[in-house]
């Protein structure tokens, strides 16, 4: 006889199969799964948004590289939907889980519902409607599949019921498992092709100097120690997408940094100097390019990826390698003979960027008030622990992160918003619930902090050990100059476009029960940090600092 079970207890007993340590979801959504999954040993995050919701399993889902679930009733469907855009654009494997009007309510004008295919389409791989219990066993082993196959991305199931009870309460048979292939990624590791191996030697053997862009594909696969293997034995110069950062240390000498339009000057340069660009898990688009600039079009290229979609997408007459970038690294350093001209091209890189660093250094010691975002970025650096995952907002954030802060450790993490605006908090709310043991550093703009302010209340209930720094200049620093260039000699309030506060984010952290100090000169930085990372709870740092400085701009190719 089969043994049956209700839809609820199911769903929640391979959830938890699944390797799924937290939900994060706004009530009112699949309660009777959510109360068959605490006795499964699984965290329900209760979030005070559904964007933040999203954002909380992007965070958990990029730190342990496995799928991630969050939750919303058919009203909070679309906003949960808006949540998931940085999601998409990292590759981060997320399972959106909404719930949906029956069908005798649709077409009839139900009360706030929309159709939810149009929202998710552009930020997921994959969407299915679950129309009855019998169909969520297929549906979700799909689910887990389509996230974590080929370019990990979101995955949306529409469950029938306001808040999925239809679902629920169905009675289902048949064993709660999901395939263990779908429960991380990348989910398969292909080997390379050796015809485009040997392409791909020969093509690194004829140049006089080759350099690495490794993305955020080589992050997932995982490829940071083969990576660095291959740099270190030819040798060949590292640069990285923002999402790839910390692949190699970034004072490692063969390190050239973030490259593109969020890097510092040196970092373009030299890649656009290079004769031959190795892309390995890095999409090529137009911010790790400087729109297509670094490297230019018509330079040698060679590009590893999982997905056969992005070989040669950017750049006509790629060599392409369809493998796992961890493994197609492996056999190119196998099949690779180094030329002696790297080694000088190699030395050259190192003291490009070790002048740069020299001549920022003043900056980095700064005793200015307000406080320069340098010396906050060098004071990070001083202190960020080993085993640390650094969260970084967008804008600003990124840049002064991803230029600035120094990531020493192979065991360190850099985590970056892809784009949206406030990403931060939440998704370090999500990285500590993926690694309780591992500190956790949110850097983000208050620009960016407003956006989720009641998630402190949330990272309190968790008890979550977090270090919020709010780099705190009352304005939206990086379009502050350009506004006023705009604005010119005619009369008018330009500051009104991207100037607000001043706000004491301490005072609201106290509010809200979480301990906040408040940094107002450089000297004072260090300890609020080390405080923070000792304290046994959420802490946020509110660094007063000036908004007119520019972080570091890129170099720009002539013409």
């Given amino acids: 006889m089969v043994e049956t079970t209700t839809g609820a207890r199911w769903l929640a007993e391979a959830l938890a199969t699944a390797g799924t340590s937290h939900v ?3 009530d009112a959504i699949l309660r009777r799964t959510l109360i068959e999954l605490e006795g499964l040993g699984v965290r329900r995050v209760l979030a005070h948004s559904e964007k933040a919701a999203a954002y909380m399993a992007d965070g958990w889902a990029r730190t342990l590289r496995k799928p991630a679930v969050c939750m919303a009733q058919s009203v909070g469907a679309a906003n949960l939907a808006a949540g998931l855009q940085d999601a998409f654009l990292h590759r981060a494997p997320v399972i959106a889980m909404t719930g949906r009007k029956p069908p ?11 159709d939810h295919d149009g929202p998710f389409a552009a930020v997921t791989k994959a969407r299915a409607r679950v129309e009855t219990g019998e169909e969520l066993p297929h549906l979700l082993r799909l689910a887990f599949r389509e996230a974590t196959e080929g370019t990990p991305r979101p995955v949306h199931l529409d469950l029938p019921g306001l808040q999925g009870e239809m679902l629920e309460t169905a009675t289902l048979a048949g064993p709660p498992a999901i395939d263990p292939r779908h429960t991380r990624v990348p989910a398969r590791r292909p080997p390379p092709d050796p015809a485009e191996i040997e392409a791909a030697a020969r093509a690194l053997a004829a140049a006089e100097r080759p350099v690495i862009v490794a993305g955020a594909g080589a992050v997932l696969s995982g490829a940071g120690a083969t990576l ?9 110069p590292v640069a990285t997408s923002l999402g790839g950062r910390g692949l190699l240390p970034t004072d490692h000498p063969l390190s050239i940094g973030v490259v593109g339009t969020y890097s510092a000057p040196p970092a373009n340069r030299l890649v656009h100097e290079a004769d031959l660009v190795l892309f390995v898990g890095c999409h090529a688009g137009d911010q790790v390019t400087q729109n297509w600039t670094v490297p230019p079009i018509g330079r040698a290229i060679v590009q590893i990826d999982l997905d056969p979609r992005e ?30 001209s790297w080694r000088g091209w190699a030395e050259r890189v ?4 070790a002048a740069w660093r020299a001549a920022m250094a003043p900056l980095f010691a700064s005793d200015a008030v307000p406080i320069r975002v340098e010396r906050l970025c060098a004071e990070l650096s001083a202190v960020l622990p080993d085993d640390a995952i650094l969260v970084a907002d967008t804008g600003y954030s990124g840049i002064w992160t991803g230029t600035l802060v120094e990531l020493r450790s ?20 999500g990285a500590k619930c993926a690694a309780p043991d591992r500190p956790v550093v949110c850097f983000c703009g208050d620009g960016a902090f407003y956006y989720h302010l009641p998630e402190l209340e949330t990272a309190r209930r968790l008890g979550l050990p977090l270090v919020v720094i709010v780099n705190d200049n009352s304005a939206f620093g990086q379009g502050l100059v350009n506004v006023h260039r705009l604005q010119g000699e005619r009369p008018g309030n330009p500051d009104e476009i991207v100037r607000f506060g001043p706000t004491d984010f301490a005072a609201v952290a106290c509010a809200f029960g979480v301990e906040g100090i408040r940094v107002e000169r450089p000297e004072a930085i260090r300890p609020a940090l080390e405080r923070a990372l000792a304290a046994g709870g959420p802490v946020v740092v509110d660094v007063v600092t000036d908004p007119w400085p520019r972080a570091p701009e890129p170099w720009i190719p002539p013409g």
């Fill in 24 to 26: 994060f979801f706004v």
């Fill in 104 to 114: 005798a309510h649709q077409h009839r004008n139900a009360y706030q519902e929309i």
């Fill in 228 to 236: 660095r293997a291959l740099a270190e034995a030819e040798p060949v």
């Fill in 311 to 340: 070989l040669g997408r950017c750049y006509p007459g790629t060599i392409g390698v369809l493998a796992d970038p961890a493994r197609a690294l492996e056999a190119l350093r196998a099949a690779l003979v180094a030329r002696p």
């Fill in 350 to 353: 190192r003291g490009e960027l």
């Fill in 410 to 429: 192979p065991g360190q993490t850099y985590l970056r918003a892809a784009g949206s605006l406030g990403w931060a908090f939440p998704a370090a709310i």
